[in-house]
């Protein structure tokens, strides 16, 4: 089971910065992709940033060049920041932090043998960004 925690939201006005962060922990085993979405008129989601286990970054159009992410990995847990410049009124949502992970083999310290954890999809509960004029 993976557990994540999302911090950071709140109230700015617009040309503001601030800093979403998303805690992963629990049985995570091997590297995680990870990612920050927001809400869309219509109840859909639509990607903020993204973190590759590999490595590469990617930006959502409407946010390149203000937005950064960092990330730091542990062992059985995973942290990704998201870092917010320059916002705007159009950047106000609920944004939610996405955990996903592959199907891997492992072996586990001590134990004999390889053990098949299975790879899901977690999504945070959302933290809610206001940007006002």
């Known amino acids: 089971q993976v557990r994540l925690v999302e911090s950071g939201g709140g109230l700015v006005q617009a040309g503001g910065s601030l800093t979403l962060s998303c805690h992963a922990s629990g049985d995570i085993p091997c590297l995680p992709d990870m990612g920050w979405y927001r809400q869309i008129s219509g109840g859909g989601r639509e990607l903020v940033a993204h973190s590759s286990k590999e490595g590469p970054t990617k930006y959502g159009d409407a946010v390149k060049g203000r937005f950064d992410i960092s990330r730091s990995d542990t062992r059985n847990t995973a942290t990704l920041d998201l870092r917010m410049n320059n916002l705007q009124t159009d950047d106000t949502s609920l944004y939610f932090c996405?955990?996903?992970?592959?199907?891997?083999?492992?072996?586990?310290?001590?134990?004999?043998?390889?053990?098949?954890?299975?790879?899901?999809?977690?999504w945070g509960q959302g933290t809610q960004v206001t940007v006002s004029s």
């Open positions: 996405r955990v996903h992970m592959d199907t891997c083999t492992i072996i586990r310290p001590g134990i004999e043998g390889t053990e098949r954890v299975p790879g899901g999809t977690y």
